[in-house]
């Protein structure tokens, strides 16, 4: 059964698909969805970083200050355990939507 | 060179989030932003376009401001609760009451010299136990209001421990008066409606403007001095 809370898992698995493959600061991790995704999932700044926010309250990603090369400050985020744990059954109900519409597409189709 | 952090400190101004907190976001706001300003810039873009740009992708400043103060800020936790509100309102009820308590044991005790007092013989005695307890609650106020503000609390919760003490009163006249009405024919002790009135602004009224009058001035200057201490970084 899919969740109701898919449209905001999908942003969830978004951010935390992106992370696995390691940490980012903020910036590249909306820059590096929306590439991926070629431009059809793409995070401004004000639907980011509230989630972000969230996904570290719950303990699935963490933020700590580090400094680039240049110098400057950067919060870079990277999954944690738990975070993992997460990302198997949303990658699960994101599949399981996905063969729903395409199901449903076939039949309206046929 | 742009001060994005000054940017960003301007239009969230009133984030409430603790110093630390807001200092933070706003430091990691004006570092996206900053990123987005270089990139349009190494893309040909004038200064002056890429920062409407940059600044227009943001949106509504205030919904922004809205949506990081409740995904940055915890659940009110029990802990958080008992002393943001629990503490400081039982300090106001306590002290509120211990005050007319001491009031009435050492303050004046008037001799009633007329059988049948009236008019202002009548309510005086009353007058020179509540007029100094009265005087009492702007303290009172005060001091939750400071208890709360200190432990975190934010405005309802300032609010309500500063204004405790008449709340039970104030439910009382709630339910209590509305009975009065229905009933005042049908019981034998023929209660006075405008008795109610005199209740309402002894015992609601008149005491929860007098802790506002205490507690209203230190929420507000203590709300001013953690913007400006958040404006100064």
Not at chain 2, 166 to 185: E, H, Q, R, T, W
Not at chain 2, 207 to 233: C, D, E, K, M
């Amino acid at each position: 059964m899919i969740g109701t809370g898919v449209k905001r898992g999908t942003a969830e698995l978004a951010i935390l698909s992106v992370l696995e493959d390691g940490p980012l600061h903020g910036y590249e991790l909306a820059r590096r969805i929306e590439r991926q995704t070629k431009g059809a999932l793409s995070f401004s700044l004000a639907a980011l970083y509230p989630m972000l926010y969230r996904m570290e309250q719950r303990r699935w990603i963490r933020g700590t200050w580090e400094a680039s090369a240049s110098g400057r400050r950067r919060r870079c985020y990277r999954l944690t355990p738990q975070g993992k744990k997460k990302l198997q059954p949303l990658r699960a109900e994101w599949s399981e939507l996905f063969q729903a519409l395409r199901r449903l597409t076939k039949a309206s189709h046929a | 060179m742009h001060d994005w952090v000054q940017i960003v400190r301007e239009r969230l101004v009133n984030l409430a989030l603790d110093d630390d907190n807001a200092a933070q976001v706003c430091e990691e706001l004006a570092s996206h932003l900053e990123e987005a300003y270089q990139s349009l810039r190494n893309e040909g873009l004038s200064e002056q376009f890429a920062i409407t740009r940059v600044l227009a992708s943001v949106g509504d400043w205030r919904v922004l401001q809205r949506k990081i103060e409740s995904s940055r800020k915890k659940e009110l936790s029990m802990p958080d609760r008992v002393t943001q509100f629990w503490i400081p309102a039982f300090v106001t009820l306590s002290l509120s009451m211990v005050c007319l308590a001491l009031i009435q044991i050492f303050g004046p005790h008037p001799w009633v010299a007329n059988a049948t007092p009236r008019g202002w013989r009548f309510v005086a005695p009353a007058l020179l136990v509540y007029i100094p307890w009265l005087f009492t609650l702007p303290f009172i106020g005060a001091l939750g209001a400071y208890i709360s503000n200190r432990a975190g609390g934010r405005a309802r919760a300032i609010f309500s421990a500063t204004i405790f003490p008449i709340l039970p009163y104030m439910v009382f006249f709630i339910i209590g008066l509305p009975i009065a009405i229905i009933l005042d024919d049908h019981i034998a002790h023929n209660i006075m409606i405008p008795a109610f009135f005199v209740g309402l602004c002894a015992w609601v009224i008149f005491p929860g403007v007098a802790l506002l009058a205490g507690g209203w001035p230190v929420q507000h200057f203590s709300s001013r001095l953690t913007t400006r201490r958040i404006s100064n970084g």
